[in-house]
């Protein structure tokens, strides 16, 4: 079973930065497209940014040219770099991944657990 486990989650000021982490672990043959995703309060989760195996990227409009997503495929990881954070920003952070075991010939949908970010004013 493949899980998420993020980190980097926390308070900071606007303007700021914070960077997330998120690894995949367990029986992993391949994973394909990785991805941020949060959830504010009482708002609907969206897409925050993607990589590809291969590194292509896309982001959400609000966050382009604030944050950079990027991977260490050999690490099984994928980071979020947070600058210029605003209080809008404040969200839970998930990490998304389409990963396919070993032994098995489906890529299947895992989040993680969420990692809580504030930015305060």
């Known amino acids: 079973q493949v899980r998420l486990v993020e980190s980097g989650g926390g308070l900071v000021q606007a303007g700021g930065s914070l960077r997330l982490s998120c690894a995949a672990s367990?029986?992993?043959?391949?994973?394909?497209?990785m991805s941020w995703y949060r959830q504010a309060p009482g708002k609907q989760r969206e897409l925050v940014a993607l990589?590809?195996?291969?590194?292509?990227?896309n982001y959400a409009g609000s966050v382009k040219g604030r944050f950079t997503i990027s991977r260490d495929n050999a690490k099984n990881t994928v980071y979020l770099q947070m600058n210029s954070l605003k209080p809008e920003d404040t969200a839970v952070y998930y990490c998304?991944?389409?990963?396919?075991?070993?032994?098995?010939?489906?890529?299947?949908?895992?989040w993680g657990q969420g990692t809580l970010v504030t930015v305060s004013s």
């Open positions: 367990g029986s992993i043959f391949s994973i394909n497209v």
């Open positions: 990589i590809t195996s291969s590194g292509d990227t």
């Open positions: 998304k991944t389409n990963a396919r075991e070993l032994l098995s010939t489906r890529y299947l949908e895992v």
